[in-house]
T-cell receptor, first 113, second 113 residues
Framework: GENVGLHLPTLSVQEGDNSIINCAYS??????FIWYKQESGKGPQFIIDIRSNMDKRQGQRVTVLLNKTVKHLSLQIAATQPGDSAVYFCAETSDNYGQNFVFGPGTRLSVLP | NAGVTQTPKFQVLKTGQSMTLQCAQD?????MYWYRQDPGMGLRLIYY???????DKGEVPNGYNVSRLNKREFSLRLESAAPSQTSVYFC????????????FGPGTRLTVT
């Protein structure tokens, strides 16, 4: 993920609209990806994962899309709710990395009433 | 199940003081991790323990030591705290290292003055 220093990218979305959060990952050898949600003052919480043999995976109100050609991952949240306001970040790893996940810095999602 | 628990939640240290951050998990996971999170940056791995009895350095191990006390507990020690170690520290666990979801604790906010 891109290091944006002290200022996280922010996405502001109207309540009820769909949100799309993007992540550019760094290593073409990565074969497992996770999206985490982190609310203020809390630890990261697993949302959804995807392996590199898939290009789309759906959960409850969330969809992850993987484009290996351009090393891009996106998280779509349907009918965004106030409780979705948080920082979202992606993490990538590979069996070849062993213990190492590489975490992006995140995007702050603000849901407007 | 409590998941991953961490103590303390907050700590203020003076430069040169020492302290130990405690972490425990009740999910019977083999692997445990310590990360630090600095503003606007992704999580960075300090140390990890792939299984009981083993520990290894991550990306930013300098100034830290760890102990895998048993399968449940993994502690992080700062022997001589420095202002650069001001951060939020997260403990995580996973079934194994590699392409497995990591579960995070609530974090310890440490300030070194």
């Amino acid at each position: 993920g891109e290091n944006v220093g002290l200022h996280l990218p922010t996405l502001s979305v109207q309540e009820g609209d769909n949100s799309i959060i993007n992540c550019a990952y760094s290593n073409s050898a990565s074969d497992y990806f996770i999206w985490y949600k982190q609310e203020s003052g809390k630890g990261p919480q697993f949302i959804i994962d995807i392996r590199s043999n898939m290009d789309k995976r759906q959960g409850q109100r969330v969809t992850v899309l993987l484009n290996k050609t351009v090393k891009h991952l996106s998280l779509q949240i349907a009918a965004t709710q106030p409780g979705d306001s948080a920082v979202y970040f992606c993490a990538e790893t590979s069996d070849n990395y062993g213990q190492n996940f590489v975490f992006g810095p995140g995007t702050r999602l603000s849901v407007l009433p | 199940n409590a998941g991953v628990t961490q103590t303390p939640k907050f700590q203020v240290l003076k430069t040169g003081q020492s302290m130990t951050l405690q972490c425990a998990q009740d999910m019977n996971h083999n692997s445990m991790y310590w990360y630090r999170q600095d503003p606007g940056m992704g999580l960075r791995l300090i140390y990890y323990s792939a299984s009981e009895g083993t520990t290894d350095k991550g990306e930013v191990p300098n100034g830290y030591n760890v102990s895998r006390l048993n399968k449940r507990e993994f502690s992080l020690r700062l022997e001589s705290a420095a202002p650069s170690q001001t951060s939020v520290y997260f403990c995580a666990s996973s079934r194994k290292t590699g392409v497995y979801e990591q579960y995070f604790g609530p974090g310890t906010r440490l300030t070194v003055t």
